[in-house]
């Protein structure tokens, strides 16, 4: 390694060996090397700090670090290196560092700060304990009173307007991956004292060149050392300290402060706090005026002793009578104005009733709180209330019924009743209808007479009194009416109802008039259903039919008629219940070795809903638990699938709507699940083998498919030129697929046809000949071999090359080997007849080893057959 290179710049080296002789010659190497810097950059921009973090790292690996430094002229060189530096987490156990004791005043805040260290940083909890109760100790809960703030170093619990409910004994316990630690502080706030001391000062000799703004209080518990600032405010030369506990031994430290800042102090000498005057004494039990619904004036006198010392101030205090907590109406006292005290209470909740007490305040501190107050509500100040609006609803020969509405404005206080007063026409006086109060908001007036007029009057009061009268504006003849017949509907009624079968029918309906109306119910203009059962009463109707069906649907008509006319209501009811079956016939077909398909038709009933679905189900014949074959069918079929071959099935099928599932109709009989059957497919390859003069001769090939079912016959059929029908040629069965038409003249010509037939039925024809004339005719030579294209066989075993041939006129037969003429000798025999061919090789040898070529010829042409004899033997040196 050659240090202090410059990254990037091009160098050359020369080197040479040394030993005890000296040196040897210079060896430079060829080509420049660039020098190239094994630390990589960390920071993509500059630092101008001299700290920082390197991220990125790989756990586990060594680091090594050096800095360089950048000014104007440029780069220095670089440090020396720190390290190799294994990278991994650093651990150690849990530590706290915290005070052992703190002490506060009451309503002060105070932060108790614990120093931790630990790595991973610890997990920290605050547990709390009364000073003498360890072992109760209970976590901290935290909200606006108490908190807790976490930093990198440090736990903090804040405690806002302390009091003596927090004072205990406080534990932070911290806990990590290496251990826990835990600390213990025990925190105590000192109740606030009543009693108060009065400091007077001389000026400084030296103002410091600048005018005294203002002077600066600090006091202390003479047996502690914390200093607790009192004030700032002093721009004279005496201040009143307050809220000191009795007993307790002060000094007081004073700074005059200009304009450059605070001067040095001057401390007291220690004073005791002690009680100089009494409290004052009791406030009379105040009185409250002025209620509105949000606000209240409480007044009350100055008490009689003022203890010694001048009433400074007042506490007022409300409290709702529901609730058990006195509340001050102000932050600080209330300021005697010395002509009878009074305060008006605001933000008041309307409706709620409250208790007000007072207590004065002087030097020594609160006098005994007043007796409490009357409970008041909180509202408006109250008045008689509006006049009702009253109204003639009904009446008789000898009564009125009359009713009104409560007045508008109730004056501030609740109704207590009613007064109901009648007039006669010509008379002066107002005459009660009942003698004592009415409480509700309808009167039947009684003892009229009949024929008289008269006019009706109503009246409310409240705790203010009574309200002015609200009069019917008309006056009435006291006779009886007739009033044209009202149909209403009870509130559980609609003009449309619609249930489910099973459930209630249920049309109730409020019938008036006068006289009494007469009440009928009929159902489609017709009778009611049987069912039907029919209520009234004096005042209504109502129809029951329990439980129904759907043939309780309709519109049912309630007809309601006395002398002054007649009034109808018609309510559309609507049954609803799961369709019925599905339309027969309900078929299955069977499609293929496992499959079915499956058809019906739609429900005469769909229940009263759209048919949305329908369940198919299958079961196999010799079993009886039914499974699903589909549970979501929209369409009046389906195939079921996954059937098992040779196995019977019964199906069945129900239609489903919002109300649910109908009931199933089943498969009339078992359907055997089998490959289907159906015609044949047409004969394939039909062909005419032989023409002569008086006969034809015809072959052909099966279907390629049977159509599930055997083949059991054939029917061959000829069409003669000129005629227009084909003519089964055999009344017999025919299974050979081969025929030959004979008998026939010469120079007659036909087509031919094939037709397959099997259990089902005949297939479609095969495809016809082509017009074949009687005649003799020349045949090219067909061969078929019964070798295979390449032979091996041993010396000295033997094989033999056969095949049929055919041909007009007949063929000639010639053998060959690699195109060479064979001649028979005691290796090589051949054996012809009119139409099989043979070659024999006896006892081969190694030189018998090529291509044989059988060829079979005639006028018409030729055709070959090839063989390639392979001659193996042992091989001998």
Known sequence: MIPDLINGQEYIFRIRAENRFGFGPLAETEQPTKATDPIRTCNRRDVDTTSYRVEDLTEGDEYEFRVMAHNEAGQSRPSSTVGPILLQDQTCAPSIDLKEFMEAEQRSDISIVAKVRGCPFPTLTWYKAPAHHPEQRAEVSYDEHINKVVSDDSCTLLIQQGNRADTGLYTLIASNSVGKASAEMRLNFESIGSERITLSWLPPKDDGGSRITNYVIWRRVASRSTWVIVTNEPKERVWTVENLMAGHEYIFRIMAQNKFGVGEPLDSEPEVARDLYAPPGQVEKPKVSGVTLDAMTVSWEEPEEDGGTPITGYWLERKETTGKRWTRVTRDPIRPMGMGESFTVSGLIEGSQYLFRVCALNAAGPGPYSALTDPIFARDPISPPSPPTPKISDWTKSSVDLHWIPPLKDGG???????????????????????????????????????????????????????????????????????????????????????????????????????????????????????????????SSSLVIKPCTRKHLGVYTLTAKNAGGEKTKNITVEVLDVPGPVGIPFSAENLSSESCKLSWFFPENDGGSPISNYIVEKREAERKAWTAVSFTASRQNAVAQGLTTGKSYFFRVAAENAIGLGPFMCTAAEILIKEPMSVPDRPEELEVTKVTKDLISVTWKAPKFDGGSEIIMYMLEARMIGKDKFSRLTKDALMERKFTFDGLREGDTFEFRVIAVNEVGPSKPSFGTKPITCKDELEPPTIELDFRDAIVIRVGESCLLQGRYSGKPSPSILWYREDEELKADKHVMFKNTLTTMSLGLMKAERRHSGRYMVVVENSTGSRKGVCNITVVGTYRC
């Open 413 to 539: 206080s609740k109704i207590i009743g009613y007064w109901v007063e009648s007039k006669e026409e010509g008379t002066e006086a107002w005459v009660k209808a009942k003698e004592t109060e009415i409480r509700g908001t309808r009167l039947v007036i009684a003892g009229l007479k009949t024929g008289g007029k008269y006019k009706f009057r109503v009246t409310a009061f409240n705790a203010a009194g009574n309200g002015e009268p609200g009069e019917v504006p008309e006056v009435l003849e006291v006779n009886d009416r007739t009033i044209a017949p009202e149909v209403d509907l009870d509130a559980s009624v609609k003009e449309r109802m619609v249930v489910h079968a099973g459930g209630v029918i249920r049309i109730i309906a409020y019938v008036s008039g006068q006289p009494a109306p007469e009440v009928t119910w009929t159902r489609d203009g017709a009778a009611l259903p049987l069912e039907a059962v029919v209520e009234t009463t004096g005042i």
